[in-house]
């Protein structure tokens, strides 16, 4: 079955970086579209970025453009999200998912369990 | 940017009541409409999309409907395990994706 499990959460100060880390089972990782979705503590959700199935389309929500990069390597069946400049409002739980289907990237679906990231001095 | 409101953000019901939730855009969307669920601490999961098309596995007494700006996500005889918090999130505007604010049903 399809498995995604995020890694790379924790505590950094504000202005400093992060990468997390999704790796991916179950399905053939190169064939999707995938997605980083966020949400801050008792908030909804918030798109982040999508990446194409070979990594040759990014694009990013307008409160991270220009300081967080998408990125996958289909040999290791991973996904990145290197946060740079990182703010307290990027404090949240960061979830990657998987396009639905390559002809419906936009649907979301599964979703890995979350890591936290919490941006505190 | 497309926003997704959602109506009521939160409301009581019993098991086995019918309950409707509602979804609007700010600009016609065709049927480019998805609803996930998410229980406390877990991650959100996929209900329907295409505004209408259940999920693989996901149970029956859940539909949606609409198209355009408005729709809406039917629970026909609510369940304990339906607890939840649940998103609609248009892909109209892909790969720009956008949530709306979320509908809390709680136990009356």
């Known amino acids: 079955q399809v498995q995604l499990v995020e890694s790379g959460g924790g505590v950094v100060q504000p202005g400093r970086s992060l990468r997390l880390s999704c790796a991916a089972s179950g399905f053939t990782f190169s064939s999707y579209g995938m997605h980083w979705v966020r949400q801050a503590p008792g908030k909804g959700l918030e798109w982040v970025a999508v990446i194409s199935y070979d990594g040759s389309n990014k694009y990013y929500a307008d409160s991270v453009k220009g300081r967080f990069t998408i990125s996958r390597d289909n040999s290791k069946n991973t996904l990145y999200l290197q946060m740079n400049s990182l703010r307290a409002e990027d404090t949240a739980v960061y979830y990657c998912?998987?396009?639905?289907?390559?002809?419906?990237?936009?649907?979301?679906?599964?979703w890995g369990q979350g890591t936290l990231v919490t941006v505190s001095s | 940017a497309i926003r997704m409101t959602q109506s009521p953000s939160s409301f009581s019901a019993s098991t086995g009541d019918r309950v409707t939730i509602t979804c609007r855009a700010s600009?016609?969307?065709?049927?480019?409409l998805a609803w996930y669920q998410q229980k406390p601490g877990k991650a959100p999961k996929l209900l329907i999309y295409?505004?209408?098309t259940l999920q693989s596995g996901v149970p029956s007494r859940f539909s949606g409907s609409g198209s355009g700006t408005d729709f809406t996500l039917t629970i026909s005889c609510l369940q304990s395990e339906d607890f939840a918090t649940y998103y609609c999130?248009?892909?109209?505007?892909?790969?720009?994706?956008?949530f709306g604010g979320g509908t809390k049903v709680e136990i009356k």
């Open positions: 998912a998987k396009g639905l289907r390559t002809t419906k990237p936009g649907i979301a679906s599964p």
């Open positions: 295409a505004a209408s």
């Open positions: 600009q016609g969307i065709s049927s480019y």
């Open positions: 999130q248009q892909y109209y505007s892909y790969p720009r994706l956008t």
